[in-house]
């Protein structure tokens, strides 16, 4: 634009005028256009999450019978894709019209002001012909901009999805950490637990203190509060109010990962993921020998297993336990809580699926006073009530007995 004005004072005004049209094809269409992309990539994934579902839950569609459901849907996530991919397509098209518009307006307004120009002499040929020359080189850099939104609008969509990600709140991992050779003593005032959209709270005005070598066994009906109860204890989630104390310290001003690591825990949602054997059970801690895994595997009766395998601890698993026994997953994570040697061993329905005999030997093993750890276990089966000096009641988040 400095340029042209050499030719001629009025190409400033022209040069305006160009920026001020360049800047309404982009202010009217710019945020409709990352807006369609956005929604054009969640409507991609929603496809994908489904066909994912289906093929995780494959044998439950097929003994299904007779329905539609997997069809149907993908059908309807496919046209809302494909609509926000139109709409998104009409965004591109309309900035492309604008586009030819934007050359035929700029054009036309070049060869009406030079042509006046060159005709009353104000300017000659040459300088016409320069300023033609730099007008369109002006046109086709604006025409590749234009040209190439669909990918800036494709990087836009990245990187608003990866802020999601990253903007998320992370915990925090800061504070006081609990003495290494300090046994745990951890005590629970007056704790309520509530989430959104619930009237009634999950826990309410629970309070109990599991001292170093308790054997707890925490009973109640389904919905009673006792999976929430467990995440409390291992800070998975915070109280709505109440105290939870650690060594006589709040557990809110630990650091949550070295508080963790005293923990061993065998939660219900927990499975093997996809990677080696001494992964799943270590986690990647260098501290852990393969002679403990063997020690502990054998604990557990794996070793028969462990010996199956023609690749030992560098056994690939499947994720969530695909393609394995389901007690041999859950001794696998029993494994991996017991590996660490825990102060606080915390259990969710460890056994429920074993047969008699075996859970007795287990129970026995898990519960035994020689064990280092005090224990919290969450279960029906009746064996535990004999191991544990300790039983909890729970009904609708209530403790209704304590012993």
């Known amino acids: 634009m400095l340029l042209l004005s050499f030719y001629h004072p009025f190409f400033i005004i022209f040069g305006l005028l160009l920026l001020v049209l360049i800047y309404v094809v982009f202010k009217y269409t710019a945020r409709r256009g990352l807006e369609t992309s956005l929604k ?7 496809v994908a999450h489904w066909l994912q579902e289906i093929s995780r839950t494959v044998i439950s569609f097929k003994l299904s019978g007779k329905t539609s459901l997997a069809i149907d849907k993908s059908d309807d996530l496919v046209a809302g894709y494909l609509d926000s991919r139109e709409k998104h397509f009409k965004v591109l098209v309309l900035q492309f019209i604008q586009l030819i518009g934007f050359k035929v307006l700029v054009t036309l307004g070049l060869l009406l002001i030079g042509g006046f120009l060159v005709l009353d002499q104000r300017m000659n040929i040459g300088q016409f012909v320069a300023a033609e020359i730099i007008i369109i080189l002006i046109i086709n850099s604006v025409e590749k901009l234009i040209r190439g939104l669909e990918s800036f609008y494709d990087v836009l969509t990245s990187i608003e999805k990866l802020g999601q990600v990253v903007d998320m709140s992370l915990e925090a991992q800061k504070g006081e950490a609990v003495k290494k050779d300090a046994d745990l003593t951890i005590e629970f005032q007056n704790v309520s637990y509530q989430v959104e959209d619930r009237y009634k709270p999950i826990l309410s005005d629970v309070s109990f203190t599991i001292a170093p070598k308790d054997k707890i066994l925490i009973k109640g009906e389904s919905g009673s509060g006792k ?10 989630i915070s109280p709505s109010s109440g105290y939870v104390y650690v060594n006589n310290l709040s557990l809110q001003s630990l650091v949550k990962n070295e508080y963790r690591s005293n923990l061993g825990l065998s939660l219900s949602e ?5 990677g080696t054997l001494r992964e799943n059970i270590t986690f990647g801690n260098k501290d852990i020998s393969d002679d403990t895994i063997y020690q502990v595997l054998e604990r557990l009766n794996l070793t028969s297993f ?3 395998q023609t690749k030992g601890l560098n056994t690939i698993l499947k994720p969530e336990g695909k393609q394995m026994a389901y007690t041999i997953s859950k001794k696998i994570i029993l494994a991996r809580a017991l590996v660490k040697q825990p102060k606080l061993l915390i259990l969710e329905n460890p056994l429920d699926h074993f047969d008699q005999d075996e859970a007795k030997i287990l129970i026995d093993l898990l519960a035994s006073p020689k064990c280092p750890w005090s224990l919290v276990v969450v279960s029906n089966n009746g064996f535990w009530e004999e191991k544990c000096n300790k039983q909890i009641v729970l009904k609708n988040g209530v403790i209704i007995n304590k012993q």
């Open 270 to 274: 927990e499975s093997p993921f996809e």
């Open 40 to 46: 054009e990539s969640k409507a991609k994934y929603k």
């Open 227 to 236: 999976s929430s109860l467990l995440q409390l204890i291992a800070g998975l």
């Open 306 to 308: 462990l010996q199956q």
